[in-house]
């Protein structure tokens, strides 16, 4: 109709991936074999992240959420996303499959191109963000990885958030038991001892704990230092070798 403008951009997405489908693709690949947390194990996927949030007006359009999950998928790390954050991945074609090529880091485009995914998983609005925390209730329960959410190389991130409804997200992720970074700040900020409580002592109650940053790039690297620590404390941050089998090994193997 006269006066509407359509913007000539398009690009593909693949969306929609439901918590069964996000556990029988990302995490079943081990030489055919069901084996959810193997490709964490072995270092192929370091951790994942989930990545929701706002976009602001005061702020670039889409920049903060692209930059930090270009660079968390850059590092092998599997990004699991919901609403306008998604959305905004979207625009740029991060929610394709053809994505782990140009953007993923070795182990986690290996993964990608052979199941068929993209290296960041659309899983609905941003209501839907309790889905992320049923995977890694899974990933828990598979074994392997620890005994709870806050053992597994995870984190969580809400650049530019705009609600209260985003804070109460966040507890709820805390107190589940994911590092989980807001940005550019939140309102506690100004009260020395409940930052002191959210930032460091909710980690001994929960195993969760709060930070914030300013800019991708900071998100991107507490983020990743984080993983690589769960990694470690699970003795899982050296690259194993692999094994070649011959057919004698593999008779013995047991099936």
Same mark, same amino acid.
């Given at each position: ?76 790390? @599997? ?15 991060? @929610? ?97 001892? @409940? ?61």
């Amino acid at each position: 109709c006269d006066g509407l403008f359509t913007h000539p951009f398009r690009t593909r997405a693949s969306c929609g991936y439901i918590t069964d489908v996000v556990s029988q693709t990302a995490f079943v690949y081990n030489r055919g074999q069901l084996d959810k947390n193997t490709t964490v194990i072995n270092g192929r996927i370091q951790g994942v992240a989930g990545v929701v949030g706002c976009t602001l007006p005061g702020m670039n359009q889409d920049e903060t959420h692209v930059e930090l999950v270009k660079q968390l998928i850059a590092n092998d790390v @599997l990004v699991i996303q919901s609403g306008c954050s998604a959305i905004a991945c979207a625009k740029h074609g991060l @929610l394709t499959p053809e994505a782990a090529q140009k953007y993923a880091g070795p182990g986690l485009r290996e993964i990608s191109e052979t199941v068929g995914i993209p290296p960041v998983l659309h899983t609905g609005a941003c209501v839907d963000n309790s889905r992320i925390l049923i995977e890694l209730t899974s990933i828990v329960n598979e074994g392997g990885l620890g005994d709870d959410i806050s053992d597994v190389p995870a984190a969580g991130a809400c650049p530019e958030w705009m609600s209260e409804k985003a804070i109460a997200i966040g507890q709820y992720f805390v107190a589940s038991g994911v590092y989980t970074m807001f940005s550019p700040q939140i309102q506690t900020q100004g009260s020395p001892n @409940l930052e002191k409580h959210l930032f460091e002592k909710m980690e001994e109650i929960t195993g969760g704990k709060w930070a914030v940053a300013e800019t991708a790039d900071e998100m991107a690297a507490k983020m990743i230092d984080h993983i690589k620590s769960k990694r470690k404390a699970l003795g899982i941050d050296k690259e194993k070798e692999r094994v070649l089998y011959d057919m004698a090994m593999r008779r013995e193997l047991e099936v």
